[in-house]
């Protein structure tokens, strides 16, 4: 795979009362972003443990984003 | 658990056009087509509005026809709609904790209006993260709780007044708490108050004797509250009145502690005869006006300054109410205001600026680079204009101090788990949209003790408070949410871990099993123990890792 046909895929953990508010309000407002990220709600970012994020890795995650 | 596991899961998903909000930019027939191959999912369905009567109708007959146990609704954002369709659930006897949302519309067609294909792949994957979620979600039950239909006003003051009379008017058992022998707070050190120009005594006698002729509320002066214990809609509150101590229950606690006048020692020659404060001042213009015929008048007194940087709000008001009464009462009274900067806002207070003005008050403006010198019987200041210090002759120099938090703030504080700003004022819950609420549910907050505040936002602030706490006591039952931590008692440590994150005080420590456990009512669902837990065995119910890592899973499937 060449450079310029990588596609990452980024696997956020967005907090209900923040981050997940923010990316719903990105819709809202109609802001462009890549497709590339898949979006998990937690109730806040503190009940992201690391366990998570590491499974995220370890399932073919290219990037982790804790939004909260 | 394992009973779930036996059972078959049959996922019913419902894939929303929303008009053309999701349809107009995602491949729906694709979405349908792909949910159908995902496990455990036995039914598919594509409605115009999932939210309207026909959709929610749709997801209400689907449940029965095709036996589901589980729904998924892919569409807009649980923020706004989840509840709508747990209720859907709820009628067709599912249990609401067996649902799931995927957001296809704020977070995925909204966003890839332009790319339809890769936005309509990124709605498969959420899709499926939401099916493989749902898979793994077991039934909750959300705990009703009784409630005490009883009030604790803590602060009998003017707004803590309000409150207890606007509760007991509604019919609730009210315990008005006040820590001084009599009612009335700051408002009894008052002299007249303006634009009403009536007594304070005037006010505060009438709103004491709609008190005393309240059944339904209880006064307890001479006394304090000394511990607080339970939680929103079952409180105990000891109320220590003399030397007894008395429990009530209460299903809402107001905090009405007011705040205290500043005593300036050792700012501008303060010495309480000829160097007083306002709250002086209008002490001796109850007994007539002081003989003083030269008043100076200094604002911002320990006030906006490096140790307490905030506006104490209310002092000009006071300032310029005093300077009028001085010159009504004679007007060959010389009266000097040294200010900073006026601050009137309002309709009333800027017309009794101006008739002080009109009456003779004299505003000179200082530099607090260059504070005024007070001496016998003048004060000194540099006169910006005129660029050179002038002397004021003055008998009476009267300082603005500012409201300060009172000295027992931070234990209330403690007690009720509540929070203090850095200037040892209460914090209420959101800055904008609840300003009488703390996030303590149960705990309301009104008056000086929030804020240096004038008596008709104290009373306005003692009714919001009032109506905020009776949307609590006018139920018949509470029920908690069914999102809350378990501790699995097998593998628990007993490391505290939890019990050190936890900001509700909601877990404690067992000794005698030497494990922590979750008071289910008092949790709020954060999740802050699951994540610190080292053995994963703290769970948040509707957020376990086990469902977490399926979503995980899912974001790459092919």
């Known amino acids: 795979m060449s450079e310029e046909q990588f596609e990452p895929t980024i696997v956020g ?18 802001l462009q972003y890549p497709p590339n990220l898949r979006t998990i709600r937690s109730l806040c970012s503190a009940t992201v443990g690391s366990h998570q994020i590491l499974k995220a890795f370890q399932k073919g995650a290219d990037g982790v984003f804790v939004g909260g | 658990m394992t009973g779930n596991q036996k059972e078959e899961i049959r996922i019913g998903v419902f894939i929303c056009d929303c008009g053309s909000n999701i349809a107009g930019y995602l491949t729906m027939q694709e979405l349908v087509d792909y949910a159908r191959t995902l496990p455990n999912v036995v039914f598919v369905q594509e409605n115009l509005y999932t939210c309207s009567e026909s959709g929610i109708n749709e997801i209400k007959q689907a449940i029965p026809t095709h036996n589901l146990n589980r729904v998924v609704v892919a569409s807009c954002t649980p923020r706004t709609h989840e509840p709508l369709f747990q209720s859907a659930c709820e009628e067709a006897a599912l249990n609401p904790y067996l649902f799931e949302m995927a957001n296809i519309r704020d977070q ?3 966003v890839h209006m332009r790319e339809r294909e890769k936005g309509t792949e990124r709605a498969k994957h959420q899709i499926a993260m939401a099916v493989a979620k749902a898979a793994r979600l077991r039934e909750l039950s959300r705990i009703e709780l009784g409630i005490s239909h009883r009030a604790v006003v803590i602060g009998g003051g003017i707004s803590g007044m309000s409150a207890a009379m606007a509760l007991g008017n509604m019919g609730y058992e009210v315990d008005l708490v006040e820590k001084q022998e009599k009612l009335g707070g700051l408002l009894n050190s008052l002299n007249i108050v303006l634009p009403a120009n009536e007594p304070s005594s005037r006010l505060l006698h009438d709103l004491a004797a709609r008190i005393s002729a309240n059944d339904k509320i209880i006064v307890h002066t001479s006394s304090e509250v000394t511990k607080a214990e339970g939680y929103v809609g079952n409180y105990v509150v000891t109320i220590r009145e003399k030397s007894a101590e008395n429990r009530v229950k209460a299903g809402v606690i107001i905090v009405a502690i007011g705040a205290r006048a500043l005593k300036p020692e050792g700012l501008f020659g303060y010495n309480g005869k000829s160097v007083i404060t306002h709250l002086e001042l209008e ?3 109850k007994q007539g006006a002081p003989a003083a015929k030269n008043v100076v008048i200094v604002q911002c007194v320990g006030s906006r300054c490096a140790e307490r940087t905030y506006c104490s709000r209310i002092c000009c008001m006071t ?8 010159k009504e009462a004679d007007s060959r009274n010389k009266v000097t205001i040294l200010y900073r900067d006026m601050m009137m806002y309002g309709v009333e207070n800027e017309d009794m600026f101006r008739k002080s003005k009109e009456l003779g008050v004299r505003y000179v403006a200082y530099d607090p680079a260059k504070l005024p010198q007070v001496g016998e019987d003048f004060v000194k200041v540099y006169h910006q204009r005129m660029g050179k210090e002038i002397s004021i002759p003055a008998e009476l120099v009267v300082l603005s101090t500012p409201l300060v938090a009172q000295e027992d703030a931070a234990n209330v504080s403690s007690m009720l788990k509540v929070p203090l700003n850095e200037n040892g004022f209460f914090l209420e819950g959101h800055v904008k949209l609840k300003p009488l609420d ?3 549910d149960g705990v309301y907050l009104c008056g000086s003790a929030r804020f240096p505040a004038t008596i008709r936002e104290a009373v306005s602030q003692g009714l919001g408070a009032a109506s905020r706490a009776a949307i609590v006591l006018s139920k018949e039952a509470l029920f908690t949410s069914g999102i809350v931590a378990d501790i699995n008692t097998e593998t628990c440590c007993g490391c505290l871990g939890c019990v050190d994150v936890c900001p509700y005080g909601a877990i404690r420590f067992v000794e005698e099993k030497e494990i922590c456990q979750v008071n289910k009512v008092l949790c709020k669902g954060c999740g802050g123990c699951a994540a610190t837990c080292p053995s994963e065995s703290a769970k948040l119910d509707g957020f376990s890792s086990e469902q977490i890592y399926a979503q995980i899973e899912q974001a790459f499937a092919s």
């Open chain 1, 13 to 30: 953990f967005l907090c209900n009362w923040c981050a997940y508010a923010g990316a719903d309000l990105a819709g809202v407002s109609r």
């Open chain 2, 108 to 110: 995925c067609s909204w």
């Open chain 2, 283 to 285: 002490a001796l213009l």
């Open chain 2, 319 to 326: 300032a310029v109410k005093n300077s009028i009464l001085l």
């Open chain 2, 438 to 440: 703390f996030a303590t």
